[in-house]
């Protein structure tokens, strides 16, 4: 019998820490209301902590309530990610980021990921001068949101590495459903 896959709770709560800054508090408020009965106790108790490994179906009900309030897809998702990293960095996490290449961030990427979630390994497939591969497996869990989060986060890393023209493609997976993704991450 496989293990639940489950995700750091600290990600649950920047997230919605996250859709305040990005939506604005009423918006947070009527999100917070319409997540499940369990989530939002745990949430509103801050039962919800860093060192808590949560059910990974509560992530997916978080981005479930967030699309029902705004009507926003999975558009969002990635700006949350997008956000949530920069923000995350802060300013001096930004400098020190800014002095390191696009390819030592996605591979200190691959070495925490498994720090936000019990399941699922990152690995660099290739890097160029000014490519990147990244490839997600055994993902168990994840929906189009949480691959979004993810690829939103891709694009943050590129931009605090002070890269040029940084864009984010898809290859394969990342889809409802998959447990796996490949993108690439191309700049100038």
């Keep these: 019998m496989s293990e639940e896959p489950r995700f750091n709770g600290v990600m649950l709560v920047n997230r919605l820490d996250n859709l305040g800054?990005?939506?604005?508090?009423?918006?947070?408020d009527q999100v917070c209301r319409a997540l499940p009965r369990e989530v939002r106790?745990?949430?509103?108790?801050?039962?919800?902590?860093?060192?808590r490994w949560l059910p990974m179906p509560w992530l997916v009900e978080l981005?479930?309530?967030?699309?029902?309030?705004?009507?926003?897809?999975?558009d969002l998702s990635r700006q949350l990610g997008y956000f949530g990293t920069r923000r995350a960095f802060g300013k001096v996490g930004s400098v020190l980021a800014g002095l390191s290449s696009p390819i030592h961030l996605f591979r200190l990427a691959a070495k925490i990921f498994h720090t936000y979630y019990k399941h699922g390994s990152m690995v660099i497939v290739r890097s160029e001068s000014q490519m990147v591969v990244a490839r997600w497996d055994d993902c168990k869990g994840f929906d189009a949101h949480n691959w979004q989060v993810t690829f939103g986060s891709s694009e943050a890393l590129l931009e605090l590495a002070?890269?040029?023209?940084?864009?984010?493609q898809?290859?394969?997976?990342?889809?409802?459903?998959?447990?796996?993704?490949?993108?690439?991450?191309?700049w100038r």
């Design 170 to 186: 898809v290859t394969s997976g990342g889809g409802e459903g998959d447990r796996f993704a490949e993108i690439t991450a191309l």
């Design 63 to 74: 981005h479930k309530s967030i699309e029902q309030v705004t009507g926003a897809g999975t």
């Design 41 to 51: 106790h745990a949430y509103r108790d801050r039962r919800v902590v860093s060192q």
């Design 21 to 28: 800054m990005l939506r604005g508090r009423p918006v947070l």
């Design 162 to 168: 002070h890269a040029q023209g940084p864009h984010v």
